[in-house]
């Protein structure tokens, strides 16, 4: 018996585990034999061979594939609330008269009820950490701290809100840094260069470097905005993050469509602590042609991960959806098949993502020393047999309903098709009763108006 | 009691239906009140509001919705056995050093379980009919008929395997259309244009003339095959068929992205014979820029449905995604976000697939008068919840795995994620045993050369 696993916390047993070849060569990646996975203290303390354990607790994992927990790299959880309420409209009526609309009805409570449906819905599709960017910061927390999930939450502002309302969110920032045990992180979250002054930028920055966290925003989302902004003011949106501040603070990006070549020279002098979180069912959805630099951001050092959006556009929350979507839509634009690669997808959906929310050495990888962040997939199915590469079921017949099990800081949080501990029913109920009030036009405002 | 329910042989309860919102209006789809189906002779002879029956079988669908049977308008099923074998190459690899040369090793039983495991995977996602391009046809028809699936089948033939081997895929067609209880219908299946000879083509379209029965065949596959074939003939694949007789005995065209606008008007004088099925995730994942002119061909009266193609490419048999990859790509390509809106996502799925497998008349509705061909569909999971817009969620956020039952011809053919009465366990530990010999490549032969 190993001593270092004799009595660890939990052990998943007979898992096949998803790991890149070589330590530093993401893209080359495989699955291996069954190992056994021992967890203390909610993080990996040895991978081996046998196929016993002591732990306290374990999990046969009955020859599925283990692999790093899914990461979310841009979500707003909250608006489970208005999915399917917004379909076949352009940007700018889907913003303007659905979306920010809507959004001038929420109350706190239905932040949390949204919040928590939609980390339901993540937890059963094998995520286990989720980018978020929302209102009422406080109802984001308490739904992620109750599900179990792992969270780098931004509480949004507009530079319309006015400055107690940005200098709030600073304060709400700082107050949910490192709750949930440590699951929640934070990051100063204004909205867009185009919702928010170059002076609320800077403070953002500024912020984000006192309290040693990161920004989080939208900038560059399609090209139309990088057009504008040269248009309007003659620099692009990611020359405006670099003038203010907020690339030298570290950046997380929402899309990033139109993000230039000359971006791409300013935005290596800040690669190390520049993410990019690559949501392609929402442009699609948007009708976008130009999407996310992907290569050219890895040649420079930059990380890239896959995101969802909020339900709104993107309808689910589903990053198998997404990573495929990613691959398929690179393939195409190369107009080269052999490009993007099953094992690039993966690497970019697992480490990639870890980079991009700002927890590259914790997550993303399963090796000893990094988080029991953990994804159990079934293949077993048939749209899965015969798998003669487990890399591209995963990558292209996978389904998120494939997920057998969702470990989060070595804590089961999801087991075939359930959240223990949470009434998924009574949730759903409470928030149809508030969906009508949601969805009341007839104050006639909106809480922003897309102008960009 | 109602006279003409009474003693049905079956009847669904409690099933919200997607109906066209008028006869004949298809591009306006609606989801129902709760309804009671009743089924006769594997045919719909009552849709109506009681709660109860007096059918002699019965199925609570528990307020789901069941929508008309999904249509897989171009398959090669039995390619399940070659699922993730060839990955991340160019076409022409994947023709020439993996699928065509793993195609000599194939086995009549083979096929058998390889097209069984394909109609498993298909009904349990609420498919309930394919149109099927293959080799050993009589082994298809087999499982087909075991599984309870719908199929119009073609036997699949090249011409540089001779007029013997061209005439008795004649003959198969022949001896198998109208069997499984008029389950399976045939086509006459050539592979494409070029892979056979004009002599071959219009052989074709007299063997489907004197039958009665269609061609179904790839043709313009791709931009690149169009335009080859303009250099080396001078005409068109599409003209290439008017002139070999195809058009005008009916045809079903696998892909068609390579359709001109001047094929656009040749096709028009045959529409009403004329379906084109549109796979989009093979395209994409072969790296095609140039998709199906959808719209193009709905403006001329052609049917158009949805297709997986076959899953050495497709990886999976599943019509939810491939139609919601329809849909976000045509608002890509025609860059409006309001173009392809669900009703016409979903209509092209159910009426426009029907029509596409000549069985417009009597599939692809639910409505008096059609067979029983249903899918229920189960909008429950947290993925779908709220459900502000049924359409949406079955366009957007729903998944195969939410199809609660599936029934073809009036009987249930796959209920909750089981497919009664067929050892799936036992089939894919059977084909298992034969992969070795099925990717072996030692002969260094292939059944074709791709060089269109």
Not at 107 to 135: Q, W
Not at 176 to 189: D, E, L, N, P
Not at 401 to 411: C, E, L, P, W
């Amino acid at each position: 018996m190993n001593e270092q696993a004799a009595g660890s916390d939990f052990a998943i047993l007979n898992c096949r585990v998803l790991q890149a070849c070589t330590a530093g060569s993401a893209n080359t990646m495989t699955v291996t034999a069954p190992k056994t996975i021992e967890i203390n203290g909610g993080m990996i303390t040895e991978i081996h061979d046998r196929p016993t354990t002591t732990a306290r607790t374990e999990l046969d994992a009955g020859g599925r594939i283990a692999m790093p927990g899914l990461i979310n790299s841009h979500c707003h959880s909250a608006m489970t609330l208005f999915r399917g309420a917004a379909e076949d409209v352009t940007a700018e009526t889907w913003f303007n008269d659905y979306v920010w609309p809507f959004e001038v009805n929420l109350e706190p409570h239905d932040v949390y009820l949204g919040t928590l449906l939609a980390c339901i819905e993540m937890l059963l599709a094998g995520v286990t950490t989720v980018a978020d960017h929302y209102f009422y910061v406080d109802q984001v927390a308490k739904a992620v701290e109750q599900s179990g999930i792992r969270a780098n939450l931004g509480p949004t502002f507009f530079s319309s809100q006015g400055k107690a309302s940005r200098d709030h969110s600073f304060e709400l920032a700082e107050a949910i840094h490192g709750t949930a045990g440590g699951r929640i992180t934070a990051s100063i979250a204004p909205h867009a260069p185009y919702t928010c002054t170059d002076e609320d930028l800077a403070a953002s920055a500024e912020a984000a470097q006192r309290l040693g966290v990161r920004v989080h925003l939208h900038a560059a989302e399609t090209i139309d905005q990088t057009e504008s902004s040269l248009a309007s003011r003659g620099v692009s949106p990611i020359k405006v993050l670099e003038d203010t501040g907020i690339l030298d603070a570290g950046v997380l990006i929402g899309h990033g469509c139109g993000i230039l070549n000359d971006d791409l020279e300013v935005l290596q002098k800040f690669a190390g602590q520049v993410g990019v979180a690559h949501c392609p069912k929402t442009y699609l959805k948007h009708a976008m042609h130009v999407l996310t630099p992907i290569g050219g951001l890895q040649a420079i050092g930059a990380a890239v991960g896959v995101g969802t959006d909020g339900p709104a556009s993107c309808n689910s929350l589903d990053l198998f959806e997404n990573t495929r979507l990613m691959a398929l839509t690179q393939k195409q634009i190369k107009r080269d098949a052999t490009q993007m690669n099953t094992s690039e997808a993966l690497s970019i959906l697992t480490e990639g993502g870890a980079r991009v929310v700002g927890l590259g050495e914790q997550c993303g990888r399963l090796e000893v020393g990094r988080r029991a962040d953990i994804a159990i997939v079934d293949l077993s199915g048939a749209h899965n047999q015969p798998v003669h590469d487990e890399l591209a079921a995963l990558v292209y017949s996978a389904r998120s309903s494939d997920v057998y099990a969702t470990i989060v800081d070595g804590k089961v949080v999801a087991l075939d098709g359930q959240v223990p501990g949470v009434d998924v029913d009574g949730l759903i109920k409470e928030m149809k009763q508030r969906l009508p009030k949601l969805l009341d036009l007839s104050h006639g405002r909106r809480i922003q108006t897309y102008d960009p």
